[in-house]
């Protein structure tokens, strides 16, 4: 991995400014160097920049950071994380605005597994969920959790049984060719715009409870890296999500690329 700060290759005092766990990111799979959602990775950072910094961002200029920083590495595919934090962010007055840095940190293409997930539901709700916020440790951790448990990843639902979203990626679920988007607390993702936006007619959305789940038959998990079937969750099996990923999968073929390199 390779990491740009605000247009030149990171420095220490770069990365040392970001150790303060306070910031937001995006990320992006490129392509021919062009991305899918594009606009909708610029809004959400500068939605988040504004909330958290009470800053503006200019995303024309965020994006020819990422072009430089793939250019700089000669690639056109690759994994892209776009980090906004602020080496002026003084935690003791947290209300003062600041302006803000950059990280563009360029890795190799991510390429998911096509193998269907059995996923298990924990009782959680992320903080601030609506952000894309660097409060990942919980997320890292209940994966693993219940990677040790034998599944292959975790849902998060509310005491109520109420489902919102995966650990780092959004769910939906099938039932007679339609999606059902959970109605809840969670971080609207860029595929899943993407998805509804290509399904056909309005998008979906209504509370989805555990006790809800034997109504449908499929599900399917979906990030910018793609999107996956879900098997099962709490041993509850979904047999028609490998048909509806697949449909999902020909639908974001359509999704139109915009061009980062210029």
Not at 6 to 22: F, K
Not at 88 to 107: I, M, Y
Not at 156 to 182: C, H, M
């Amino acid at each position: 991995m390779s990491v740009y700060c605000n247009g030149h290759r990171a420095s220490a005092d770069d990365l040392a400014g970001a150790l303060v766990n306070y910031g937001h990111f995006t990320s992006l799979q490129v392509r021919g160097g062009a991305v899918q959602g594009l606009d909708l990775h610029l809004r959400r950072l500068r939605q988040g920049t504004e909330e958290l910094f009470g800053s503006t961002l200019d995303g024309t200029r965020v994006q020819a950071w990422m072009q430089a920083a793939l250019q700089a590495e000669g690639r056109v595919d690759a994994s892209v994380r776009v980090t906004v934090f602020s080496r002026a962010f003084d935690f003791r007055k947290p209300l003062q605005v600041v302006p803000v840095d950059v990280l563009v940190a360029v890795s190799a293409p991510v390429t998911l597994p096509a193998t269907a997930r059995r996923v298990r539901s924990v009782v959680y709700q992320r903080e601030l969920p609506h952000l894309k916020h660097v409060g990942t440790f919980p997320l890292f951790e209940h994966r693993r959790q219940a990677l040790q448990a034998g599944y292959d990843d975790a849902v998060f639902v509310d005491a109520q049984g109420a489902i919102s979203e995966g650990t780092t990626w959004n769910i939906a679920f099938g039932r007679g060719g339609d999606l059902v988007w959970p109605q809840a607390p969670a971080l609207r993702g860029t595929q899943e715009r993407l998805l509804q936006a290509g399904w056909g007619g309005e998008p979906q959305l209504a509370p989805v409870r555990l006790d809800d789940l034997a109504g449908f038959d499929a599900a399917i998990a979906c990030n910018a890296a793609g999107v996956w079937p879900i098997g099962s969750i709490d041993g509850v099996a979904f047999p028609g999500s490998e048909a509806v990923c697949g449909k999902a999968k020909a639908v974001l073929l359509q999704a139109p690329w915009d061009s980062v390199l210029g």
